[in-house]
């Protein structure tokens, strides 16, 4: 089989970043604590475990005492800091800049929809940790929706400001926005602000193209990662023969059988090395 790894696919700016601020840390101090996994990626965040890198809850911020705590990319709500401040907790803040910008741009929307008396409206996956550090720019003062069926929980009597979190998709971005506008009282009170972050939103095009030249298409990604579930997606509407695993143990034989070509990729949060483990693991069925 020929099998071929997409070079467009890995970490983001935002996740290299992350973790390069991580390892420095960690070869300077021997231990960093991470508010959450700093990456959606169980391997990786093995892999920096052995390097001294900690993965705490908010509920251990009392706890750490000296420690240094990191703040990954997907950033936090300004009440996190001022928690960590007051206890005397020393942050690394790793917030990828494209959040930290849609975190002032979420300020900013609030501050105007409260002087014409509207709302501001979100899409993002909730309880995601990029959505949690957005919402809670505002005290959580903002409508998220997932789907279309969430649509329903709009007012569309009031100004409407709608944004999205970074790794969304574009399309379902579009159509909703589309459709809260075709809802709303007053359209030209309708205000669509894409903030979706390109780095990752383009890669959408290219694993389709990617996807529809192999004859398999296996897509790295840890569970975890609500950005992983949206560019498999893309990746299985280009090629129905598309798998998800999260290591090589989990590819399957029966995936390979009578193929000629085998296409590696993975998220914004997969590692290439991973990735490279795994397309090893693949010729490795294919040499048996």
């Not at 070079?7 to 991470?34: H, K, M, Q, T």
């Not at 574009?170 to 009282?185: D, P």
């Not at 569970?223 to 798998?243: I, P, T």
Request: charged content about 25%; proline content about 3%; aromatic content about 6%.
């Amino acid at each position: 089989m020929r099998v071929t790894i997409d070079d467009n696919s890995g970490f983001c700016f935002g996740v290299v970043r992350a973790i390069s601020e991580a390892e420095a840390a960690l070869e300077r101090l021997g231990e960093v604590c991470s508010l959450g996994d700093i990456v959606h990626n169980r391997i990786e965040v093995q892999r920096l475990e052995t390097l001294g890198l900690r993965t705490v809850s908010y509920d251990d911020i009392p706890t750490l005492g000296s420690a240094t705590l990191l703040i990954r990319a997907h950033g936090e709500p300004p009440r996190t800091y001022k928690h960590a401040e007051e206890l005397g907790v020393k942050l690394i803040d790793a917030t990828c800049p494209v959040v930290a910008r849609l975190q002032r741009r979420v300020r900013d929307a609030y501050n105007r929809m409260q002087c014409e008396g509207g709302s501001v409206v979100l899409l993002g996956k909730r309880g995601h940790a990029e959505v949690v550090g957005l919402t809670g720019q505002v005290e959580d003062d903002v409508t998220v929706v997932e789907s279309f069926s969430d649509l329903d929980t709009i007012d569309y009597s009031r100004p409407i400001y709608f944004l999205s979190q970074t790794t969304q998709s574009i399309e379902l971005f579009n159509e909703l926005g589309c459709e809260i506008k075709r809802r709303a009282a007053n359209p030209d009170a309708v205000t669509i602000d894409d903030t979706i972050c390109r780095r990752v939103a383009g890669r959408e095009q290219s694993l389709s193209e990617f996807s529809r030249g192999v004859d398999v298409v296996i897509f790295v990604s840890g569970r975890k990662s609500s950005n992983g579930r949206v560019l498999c997606d893309v990746c299985r509407r280009a090629n129905e023969r598309c798998y998800m695993v999260e290591e090589p143990s989990e590819l399957q034989p029966e995936w390979f059988e009578g193929v000629e070509s085998v296409g590696i990729c993975g998220a914004t949060s997969t590692p290439r090395w991973l990735m490279e483990q795994v397309a090893s693991a693949v010729q490795g069925i294919d040499n048996e």
